[in-house]
Each structure stands twice: as C-alpha cells, then as structure tokens.
C-alpha cells in the first residue's frame, strides 16, 4: 500500500461537527478500523450562556478506515443503546475486543440536563459480535453514581482492570476489577494529585503509561506494576501548528502498534487563543479529531504532534 501523508485534521464530523473522546478498535470482520466517538451537537442553537444541553443528548458516532488510518468515512451513529424512554445521554466509549466478542463500557445520563452539576452519571456495559448490532448487559455497580471515562486493560496475572473517572471523589481515578468483563469490584483513587478526567492505559517500551486529561493537556504517569503511578509531565500540552491544532489535546485514546504508540485526541479549534476573538458559540464548541505518535526514548514517553506522519499507520490486512 503507498505511504500517504496523514490529513490534519484527522476526522471532523461532517454531520454535527462535534466529535470528541475517540475509542479506535479493529473491525474483525470489515477488515477495517473502526472510531467510535462521542456525537457531540456542535450546531445546537444555545439556550443561554451557560446552556449545555449541545454536549448531551448525545449519541455515539462512527467513523470508519479501511486504509491504515489515512482516511476515515462517517458511518452515521451506534443504533440500539436506548433502554429508556426518550432522548437519552451516551459519552466516551470504551471498547474491549476479548477475541469473540466486542465489550462496551458507555458513560450515560438520563435525558438531556442543560447543566453540568447534579445528574447522575453511570458506566453500562453492552456487547456485540460485529460492532453494529448491541445488547445492553447491565449499569456497572462501581459504588458512585458519578462515574465515567472507562478504560479496560488484562492484567499480566490473569483477569481484567477498569480506569474510571469518579466525580464524587474530587474528579479522581479509580479502578475496578474483574474475572469475567461482566461484575467489576471496586478497589478506590488510583490517581488523585489534580482533578482531571479520561484515563487511558497502555503497555509500551517495558513500562504501562497512563494518559489523564487535565485540562492542560495529557498528564503522563507510568508504572511497573499497575499498581503504583508516578507522574512523568505532560504531552499534548503545546499548541500544534497543525490545522485545527492549536489547542490543548482533550481525551486521547492510544492504539499499540509495535514500538509506537498512536494518540487519538480531539480538539477545540475555536478556541485558539492565536484567532481572533468572537463570540460565536459554533466555532467555540466544534471540534476536530487529531492523531499524534508516542513512543518511549530513556524510559520516557515523547510525543511530537507536529511531527508529519505518514499512513498506513494501523495494521491493514493482506498490505
């Protein structure tokens, strides 16, 4: 397959323009990869300056490459997820492909809030044999009703643990674990030195790294045991001079492919603070997808987002 330059950006909803915390997995039987996102509704007329009912309501979009990550086609949203009646709020998925099955783990709130504070927040878990069609298994008991951000990971002894943001617990991580992706157990704050949101955790160059979004950028923490965590700066932090990029990276997802580390995060390009100042609520709150490389040089993770990449960049069958 030709080497091609990867667009920047990556992806932009052509729908409602507000794509936002990425989940990338391997499309078994397309052959392809597969993006799902949250479906934020960028174009939603506002209700007041603090309205923020466009970032709920939500329904999961898709995004789909069968080039290595070169291109990515809208595929419209994730259909069957509804349980309840009416319009209902599903963010930042999470999903863990154990082989034979696709396992989902979806923030969710009931309706459609036009504010932040004073809902419940809830992880459910649905499963699917080809991504398309869902059956929700259950809401996660993780003793908090203020839980999202899910991330899953093996553990090297055998069984699975979950990263979660928990707001009831100053905007923290915790952890849960697992014998069968199904009933999660508890086990507290594995992270706790700022508020933030969003862990990714991932295994490269002899160490497991951990992304947490800040806010500020990515905060990196890494650890030999997936037990202790030790801070180690920040990536995604700097404006990129990439179109769309010159923001902070927001909620990254991260895909393994031998030595690197492919970041997936999203932007808001509006708010650039080197354009010029407007109002506009559409241009403050679309938003782009954007992809950086990672990798480990001296036990560090590094991470150049104006480095110009090339694709195919994930694993094309038969190339």
């Given amino acids: 397959m030709t080497s091609i330059p990867v667009p920047r950006p990556l992806f932009r909803d052509p729908v409602l323009d507000g794509a936002a915390d990425p989940v990338v997995v391997r499309n078994r039987a397309e052959n392809s990869w597969w993006m799902l996102y949250t479906n934020r509704r960028a174009w939603s007329p506002p209700a007041g300056d603090d309205d923020v009912a466009w970032v709920h309501g939500t329904d999961l979009g898709i995004a789909s490459s069968t080039d290595g990550g070169a291109t990515w086609t809208h595929r419209g949203v994730v259909a069957g997820l509804e349980t309840e009646a009416g319009r209902n709020t599903f963010w930042a998925p999470e999903i863990y492909d154990d082989g034979a099955t696709y396992h989902m783990y979806v923030s969710y709130i009931t309706g459609v809030p036009t504010r932040w504070a004073g809902h419940p927040r809830t992880i459910r878990h649905y499963t699917s044999p080809d991504l398309v069609t869902w059956e929700f298994r259950s809401t996660l008991d993780l003793g908090s009703d203020r839980v999202i951000d899910a991330c899953v990971l093996p553990l090297p002894g055998g069984?699975?643990?979950?990263?979660?943001?928990?707001?009831?617990?100053?905007?923290?991580?915790?952890?849960?674990?697992?014998?069968?992706?199904?009933?999660?157990?508890?086990?507290?704050?594995?992270?706790?030195?700022?508020?933030?949101?969003?862990?990714?955790?991932?295994?490269?160059?002899?160490?497991?790294?951990?992304?947490?979004?800040?806010?500020?950028?990515?905060?990196?923490?890494?650890?030999?045991?997936?037990?202790?965590?030790?801070?180690?700066?920040?990536?995604?932090?700097?404006?990129?001079?990439?179109?769309?990029?010159?923001?902070?990276?927001?909620?990254?997802?991260?895909?393994?492919?031998?030595?690197?580390?492919?970041?997936?995060?999203?932007?808001?390009?509006?708010?650039?603070?080197?354009?010029?100042?407007?109002?506009?609520?559409?241009?403050?709150?679309?938003?782009?997808?954007?992809?950086?490389?990672?990798?480990?040089?001296?036990?560090?993770?590094?991470?150049?987002?104006?480095?110009?990449?090339?694709?195919?960049?994930?694993?094309?069958?038969?190339?």
């Fill in 159 to 319: 069984g699975y643990r979950m990263w979660y943001k928990d707001e009831a617990d100053h905007s923290s991580t915790h952890a849960a674990d697992s014998d069968d992706l199904a009933i999660w157990r508890p086990t507290g704050q594995v992270v706790g030195h700022v508020p933030h949101e969003g862990p990714n955790v991932f295994e490269l160059g002899g160490w497991y790294w951990m992304l947490v979004d800040e806010w500020a950028g990515q905060r990196v923490l890494r650890s030999r045991d997936l037990e202790h965590w030790e801070p180690r700066g920040r990536i995604l932090d700097a404006p990129g001079s990439a179109t769309d990029d010159g923001t902070i990276g927001l909620h990254a997802d991260v895909v393994v492919v031998d030595d690197d580390a492919w970041v997936f995060y999203f932007t808001h390009p509006g708010r650039d603070p080197r354009r010029t100042a407007h109002d506009d609520a559409y241009e403050q709150r679309r938003s782009s997808i954007q992809v950086a490389r990672a990798h480990v040089v001296d036990d560090e993770l590094r991470c150049d987002r104006d480095e110009v990449l090339h694709a195919p960049f994930l694993p094309v069958a038969g190339a």
